[in-house]
């Protein structure tokens, strides 16, 4: 049977190479939860550090539940994508507030939860219970496509559902959890978008379609990708040399809720019907913006009144979650910004 023939291949593959990560190493939900949280959008190599940092500081999902947001969004500083890290504040709250504790068993209690999506519910359902469920990551999809040579685009709903019953019928129930890891890490290490020479010595090639058919480069399918938005900021850092302003981001928008210090926001800039020559020197891109800022420095005998802007020191600074963006300003200008 084919299927038997993939499972045994990719076991003794995963067994041979697989990564110790330290959410490997239990099987404690709400730790598993916590990795897949993080790991959206973020690689394991960075995930890593930010793992043990939540974990050693709130080692339970009532810790996680007592936190401030603001101190939750303060250590998820650098990861990005910032609605990961309210949604994780969230759906801890929720989870005690429904006696879920110390994590829900039910697939469908876990999906119920903020921030919490197909992929990440199979994930924590199978790693966590051993519970037969997909974790239907990029990954994934890529070793799927290719396996059965798919050139439908993944990421539609029609893909999602094509996608969907293939993996149904590759699944190894009774042990998902290790099937899940194992196409996940295969996916990770060694069926990767560029494949190099890996198809001529892949473990899987006897049951690969797309290996047959000649077609592996060209998979996955995506839908095309949305026009990309530029964006202009000017930033104005107000300091005396031991305070400066900020402000506290409440649109819905970008960084909502992280702090900043008073921006003005752009048109296109321009002189007349020319470009402007204006140096906008900080470029920071998003999934589906570029961000364009410039940051200019006021040195003043006493702060000015501006709406919205707190007064702080400094040395408090490091207390407040901040922006990527920000961050990468700071490291060039702080040593000539306060005493």
Known sequence: MLNSLIYSRLYNWYEI???????????????????????????????????????NRWPTVEDLAAADEAEVLR???????????RNL?????MVVQNGWTPFPSRFEDIRALPGVGDY???AIASFAYNQPFPAMDGNVYRVVARLMDLD?????SAGKKLFRQQIEQLLDRDHPRLFNSAIMEFGALYCTPVLGDNCTSCPLQACCKAYTNGTAELLPVRKPKP????????????????????????????????????????????????KSKIDFPYTHVLSHQRLHA??????????PH?????????????NYALSRLTLKALDKLMSGLRN
Request: hydrophobic share 35%; aromatic share 14%.
């Open 294 to 303: 410039r940051f200019i420095t006021h040195k003043v005998k006493e702060l």
């Open 75 to 85: 250590e998820w500083q650098g990861l990005g994508y910032y609605s990961r890290a």
């Open 120 to 122: 990440t519910a199979g």
């Open 227 to 274: 026009k990309i938005k530029d964006r202009w900021f000017t930033y104005h850092i107000y300091t005396t040399g031991t305070e400066t302003l900020i402000h506290k981001r409440e649109a819905k928008d970008i960084w909502f809720h992280l702090y900043e210090f008073p921006c003005d926001e752009h048109d296109i800039p321009t002189i007349g019907n020319r």
């Open 152 to 156: 439908e685009p993944f990421d539609t």
């Open 17 to 55: 190479n697989h990564r110790i990560l330290p959410w490997r190493e239990t099987e404690d939900p709400y730790a598993i939860w916590l990795s897949e949280i993080i790991l959206q959008q973020t690689r394991v190599v960075q995930g890593i550090d930010y793992y043990m940092r939540f974990i």
């Open 89 to 93: 504040h969230k759906a801890a709250q």
């Open 306 to 318: 501006i709406e919205g802007t707190m007064a702080i020191k400094w040395s408090d600074l490091d």
